[in-house]
């Protein structure tokens, strides 16, 4: 008997089933396994008692801070204790003097329930202070000087059944419309929250704030390709649901035809038209062909064609510059069912020319003022005229206006004290005509039609810029002022203020025209650069409530 108990208090230090193999290998009767089970119980029953007889890890209570076996309560202490157990379930920290909860500060608590952090001077909360308290049912953060939450705090609080945010003073922005969403959409208990900025909010129940305002929903500029080419000009234009762009390259004596590429949503080269001191290239899409103006500073204008079968253009004219001088640029416009292109001539022994489409081609067909030294031309509708506003930079912009009796333009006015500019464009707000005059040093002008003149209504402070190119894109009217010494910058159409407002900078190297591109769903402009590489930006819309 004392040999099999020896044997069976031998057989206990295995495992189990290394006994149950050796009782069942002895083939012991029934008396022996009850035994034997006797004997394995009371080993185990010493083993417990043994184990809860060992002492626990020693927990010494952080300094200002009172603890018992569950709850750990801080008054007045200057850090949030660390080194505790992880069965702690409740943590007060109350008066303290810390202003910025840190990412995982409590991450050593996962057992935490009730988690209050008041009357602290709490400032800036970490988005992964929380992170893994997923038992806590209670959070307090009532009574500090925080003025907005970062998106994500509440993440992790799956358990959450009470949020005590009072006697905080949160400013009501964009950035906050994620808590004012979450606080609608939560089953927890929230103590009613107030909006303390800005003023227009001041008073306003978080809950009750307007969800997606429209401020919050705004607009921006982004870098979508780079063209390693330099560049004057730009004109896109659609020929047979085929987007490409005629680019003036006058580094390299060429006219470069570039091809939108859906697919890749980026300009891909297509042709190259060579010239000689190419200042401009400007498409005219006539009778379902396409084709391309090649100005050029010291010899005749070429007129490109889109030849179908060899995928490319072809030379088709060479239109003679008998009055021209010194061609500045180029305007392509259409007169009910004729065609015409204007050769803008910058110096004083030169002649401003329309040519004519006849069929065959272009031919001189009108000369306007002389010794005016135009700079740039801007053809467009007003009141129900086809008007054509030369600029100059020693005359004042004048005005012509097409005749349809004799079918020509005729001088019609004169823009008063606007001295010295370089380009004109011409767009629309609220079916109103506006015009953008750039002023290559000064103050550029933003001026309205009255409905017998244009009148000045803004002024946008100008160094070195060659264009005020404006652009819509969906319900949103723009600006783009180019410079030569510094950044471009963007100025967004405000109807509260009925004014252009400073949106945003865009570097571009010495900007020559800034182009417009929508296709796919999707808004682009183009940017040329006389001295750097061509830039095309996306045109987004951006979500500050996200």
């Known amino acids: 008997m004392f040999e099999l108990q020896s044997f069976i208090c031998f057989s206990l230090s295995a495992t189990r089933s290394e006994a149950r193999i050796r009782v069942e290998a002895m083939d012991l009767t029934s008396d022996k396994v009850s035994f034997v089970r006797k004997c394995l119980f009371v080993t185990l029953l010493f083993a417990c008692l043994f184990q809860m007889s060992r002492p626990k890890r020693v927990f010494k209570c952080p300094s200002g801070c009172t603890c018992t076996t569950d709850s750990i309560i801080c008054i007045g202490a200057s850090l949030v204790p660390r080194t505790v157990p992880s069965d702690i379930n409740s943590l007060s920290i109350v008066n303290c003097s810390f202003s910025e909860i840190n990412a995982s500060m409590f991450s050593l608590m996962p057992s935490l329930q009730l988690l ?154 297509f042709d190259d038209i060579t010239g000689k001191s190419v200042v401009g290239c400007r498409s005219a899409l006539i009778n379902n062909q396409a084709f391309v103006i090649v100005l050029q500073l010291f010899d005749v204008s070429l007129v ?115 001295d010295d500019i370089v380009s004109i464009k011409a767009f629309k707000i609220n079916n109103v005509p506006y015009l953008a005059l750039a002023c290559y040093i000064g103050d550029s002008k933003v001026m309205k039609w009255t409905g017998k003149l244009f009148e000045e209504v803004q002024g946008l402070p100008s160094r070195g810029a060659t264009v005020l190119q404006p652009i819509r894109f969906k319900e949103q009217q723009y600006l783009i002022l180019s410079s030569d010494y510094s950044f471009s910058q963007v100025f967004r159409w405000d109807e509260e203020t009925q004014r252009f407002l400073k949106f945003r900078d865009v570097y571009v190297q010495w900007p020559r025209s800034f182009t417009a591109l929508s296709t796919d769903r999707r808004d682009f402009v183009l940017a040329t650069s006389f001295k750097g590489k061509t830039k095309v930006f996306e045109h987004i819309s951006v979500d500050y409530s996200k």
């Open 116 to 269: 209050f952090i008041e009357g602290n001077r709490i400032e800036k909360i970490n988005k992964y202070a929380f992170r893994g308290l997923r038992d806590v049912t209670h959070l307090s953060l009532a009574n500090n000087n925080l003025k907005a939450l970062p998106r994500g705090l509440l993440s992790d609080l799956r358990s959450l059944n009470e949020l005590d945010l009072r006697g905080n003073m949160f400013h009501c922005d964009c950035e906050s419309m994620w808590l004012m969403l979450w606080l609608k959409r939560s089953n927890a208990t929230i103590s009613d929250v107030y909006c303390a900025t800005p003023s227009a909010m001041k008073g306003v129940l978080l809950k009750d704030v307007p969800e997606k305002p429209s401020k919050c929903v705004s607009t921006d500029f982004v870098q979508h390709q780079i063209v390693n080419t330099q560049s004057m000009s730009a004109d896109i234009f659609t020929h047979k649901d085929d987007i490409y762009v005629a680019m003036a390259v006058p580094n390299s004596d060429s006219c470069i035809i570039m091809e939108w590429d859906h697919i890749e949503t980026k300009f891909r080269p």
């Open 304 to 418: 490109y064609k889109y030849e179908q079968a060899q995928n490319k253009f072809s030379k088709f004219q060479e239109v003679e510059m008998l009055n021209v001088s010194k061609p500045n640029y180029i305007e392509v416009f259409q007169i009910e069912d004729d065609w015409f292109f204007l050769i803008v001539d910058s110096s004083k022994a030169g002649l401003t020319t329309v040519f004519k489409w006849n069929d065959t081609g272009f031919y001189p067909y009108q000369y306007l003022h002389e010794w005016f030294r135009d700079t740039n031309a801007e053809f467009f509708y007003l009141d129900g005229k086809y008007v054509l506003v030369l600029v100059s930079r020693s005359q004042v912009p004048v005005i012509y206006q097409w005749n349809k009796s004799t079918q020509k333009f005729v001088l019609y006015n004169e823009i008063a004290n606007m």
